[in-house]
C-alpha cells in the first residue's frame, strides 16, 4: 500500500513518533490515523516494558513556577543519559507532568508509595460508609475496595488523568514518551509549594 507522506507527517506530528515507525503503522491500518495512533501506542507500551528495568542515572530537577508565583513544583526526573536529559521531548514531559503536579497536588507517585496509615484512614471511611448501607459484609468488602481503588486513581500521579488530555494517564505519557525517546524514564520525586500552605 501506498502511504502519503503527508499523512506520515500528520501522524508524527500527532505523535511524536519517529517517520520509519508512523510510515509502518499506517501500511498495517491501511492508511487509517485513528488506528495507526492505537498501534503506535500498543507498540510504544511493549518497547517502554523493555526499557523498564534499565538504570535512569541522569535526567534533571525541573523547577515549575505557576503565573503569579504562588505555587511551584520541584520535580526530580530521570533518563538514562545526558544527551536525552536535554532533548526538547524530556523537558517537555518534565513541564507537564509539574503542571500535573502543581494542579492536582497528588499525594504520591504511584500507590505502592502511598503510608500505610493513609490507606488505613481511608479503608475505615469506606467501611463505615458501605456498613450504614446495611449490604452484607461480602458487598462492603467489594465496595471498599472499588472506593480504594478510586482514590489511587484520584490521588497517585502515574494513575490520574492527564489534565491536557482526558483520554491518557500520566503513565502512558511516560510511556509514550520512553517509546519516543528509547530510554527509560523514572519520576524519582516531587515537591510541591504554595504560598500560605504549611506541611
Do not use: W
Not at 96 to 102: E, F, G, L
Not at 104 to 125: F, G, H, L, Q, Y
Not at 142 to 148: H, N, Q, T
Not at 153 to 161: A, D, H, K, N, P
Amino acid at each position: 500500500m501506498n502511504i502519503d507522506a503527508k499523512r506520515v507527517k500528520e501522524l508524527r506530528e500527532k505523535t511524536g513518533t519517529g517517520m520509519m515507525d508512523c510510515k509502518k503503522a499506517l501500511i498495517e491500518a491501511n492508511g487509517d490515523i485513528e488506528k495507526a495512533i492505537d498501534n503506535l501506542r500498543k507498540s510504544g507500551a511493549a518497547k517502554a516494558a523493555k526499557k523498564s528495568s534499565r538504570s535512569a542515572k541522569e535526567g534533571l530537577i525541573y523547577s515549575y513556577i505557576h503565573h503569579g508565583g504562588r505555587l511551584g513544583v520541584l520535580l526530580d526526573i530521570g533518563c538514562e543519559t545526558d544527551f536525552v536529559a536535554k532533548t526538547d521531548g524530556f523537558i517537555d514531559l518534565a513541564r507537564n507532568i509539574s503542571m500535573q503536579i502543581a494542579a492536582t497536588n497528588p499525594i504520591s507517585i504511584n500507590r505502592e508509595n502511598v503510608a500505610e496509615n493513609i490507606i488505613s484512614r481511608e479503608k475505615d471511611i469506606y467501611t463505615e460508609q458501605a456498613k450504614a448501607t446495611g449490604k452484607p459484609d461480602n458487598v462492603v468488602e467489594k465496595i471498599v475496595e472499588g472506593k480504594l481503588n478510586k482514590y489511587f486513581q484520584e490521588s497517585c500521579l502515574m494513575e490520574q488523568v492527564y489534565i491536557k488530555d482526558s483520554d491518557k494517564k500520566i503513565k502512558d505519557l511516560v510511556t509514550e514518551t520512553i517509546a519516543t525517546l528509547g530510554e527509560n524514564i523514572t519520576l524519582n520525586r516531587y515537591s510541591r509549594f504554595a504560598v500560605g500552605e504549611t506541611d
